[in-house]
């Protein structure tokens, strides 16, 4: 059966070929505004009655368009992270792109193989969510996109030379650690994976600028099985790195066995702040398993905000991401690079706030004084 085209479509429609084309060929192209609404919902309706698609490989060597952002995702499946991508999904077929996701997390062979295959489906624009898991160096990233001349906008990560937003880790996670530390708590540890990324340094930062505000020492990184001294009035802090890893889509397993050891020494911790959700909820299920009491004997809080954390038999403390407000302004960054190409020495970055929600795990101090008088 032949194949429809353009040009039977503005036949049946008595409609130029060149109106046809600007309508179907590039749907966020300038001159389709000229248009009215009628006439561009009369020829689409025309080309999806005569089984009208697409030949995006044609419309490239036509236009040099594909019309494709693409979302290059390194993070790992969760609830947060799924978020993401849901979010700049509808975003990007608002704005009229088609959106191509690549799961480029399992990607083991020849990184710059990887890259130069991305650049053939010659994307109009490149979202990276989660860069810090790149398979090759970011000099080479930041050298591929200038010379290919695609936009591109990192979402969570730095990649030099490129425009990048991001939220907050630093200051909830410094509120979180002065709310524990006023409530009397001597003996508080951070824990976080032990990975170079900025929200993990952010979240290392908080912990410490709260300590040190206290009068504490500036906490040393230690392994799971780290134990605190006896001295109970003496402020003591740490930072746990753990180098466990999931094996499968929500595995809690390796979660557990962290929290397990770093729980399972003689002078534990009495407040335990995680660097996400997953570790926040395995700390809830081990203390129950143990015996402790939350949070009377040990505070929780997590960070990521997953929906179960309201739902918890103790409601979980936890950190609020701006994830529609993040996903807005990479977009808005992105196709402002598309629509008007410009090269800068300095990309821009653009910080969102994050906001601590505070729940029964670990309980906001003034809060707590006022329901007790």
Not at 154 to 159: A, K, T, V
């Amino acid at each position: 059966m032949r194949q429809v085209t353009q040009k039977d479509i503005s036949k049946e429609l008595g409609l130029s070929q060149s109106t046809v084309a600007l309508i179907l060929g590039i749907p966020h192209h300038p001159l389709r505004k000229k248009f009215k609404a009628e006439t561009i919902e009369m020829v689409e309706r025309k080309a999806k009655e005569l089984g009208y698609y697409t030949n995006s490989n044609a419309r490239i060597l036509r236009t040099r368009r594909s019309n494709l952002i693409v979302i290059l995702n390194f993070t790992p499946p969760n609830e947060i992270n799924g978020r993401k991508v849901y979010q700049l999904g509808q975003l990007i077929h608002e704005a009229g792109y088609t959106c191509r996701v690549i799961e480029a997390r399992w990607w083991s062979g020849d990184a710059r193989l990887f890259m130069e295959q991305l650049m053939g489906l010659h994307p109009e624009g490149v979202i990276m969510l989660g860069a810090a898991q790149l398979p090759v160096s970011n000099k080479h990233i930041e050298e591929l996109f200038t010379r290919q001349r695609t936009p591109v906008v990192s979402l969570g990560e730095d990649i030099p030379g490129i425009p990048v937003v991001y939220h907050d880790a630093k200051e909830p996670i410094r509120q979180i650690t002065a709310e524990a530390i006023r409530h009397g708590r001597r003996r508080l540890a951070l824990l976080m994976p032990a990975d170079d990324t900025r929200q993990m340094r952010q979240r290392a930062a908080g912990f410490q600028a709260a300590i040190l505000e206290a009068g504490g020492l500036l906490p040393e990184k230690h392994s799971l099985d780290y134990s605190f001294s006896s001295e109970n009035d003496k402020l003591q802090s740490t930072i746990l790195l753990t180098t466990f890893r999931p094996s499968s889509f929500q595995d809690f397993s390796p979660y557990m066995a962290a929290i397990d050891q770093a729980l399972g020494v003689s002078e534990p911790p009495d407040t335990l702040i995680c660097a996400n959700d997953e570790f926040a909820f395995s700390a809830l299920a081990v203390a129950r398993k143990r015996g402790v009491a939350v949070p009377e004997e040990l505070f929780v809080s997590g960070f990521d905000e997953m929906a179960c954390g309201a739902l918890s038999e103790i409601s979980l403390t936890t950190i609020r991401i701006p994830i529609e407000e993040l996903c807005m302004a990479t977009m808005d960054m992105l196709i402002s690079q598309i629509e008007k190409p410009q090269i800068t020495m300095f990309p821009e970055v653009r910080v969102f706030p994050s906001e601590v929600i505070w729940r029964e795990s670990c309980p906001q101090y003034k809060r707590a004084q006022i329901e007790t008088t």
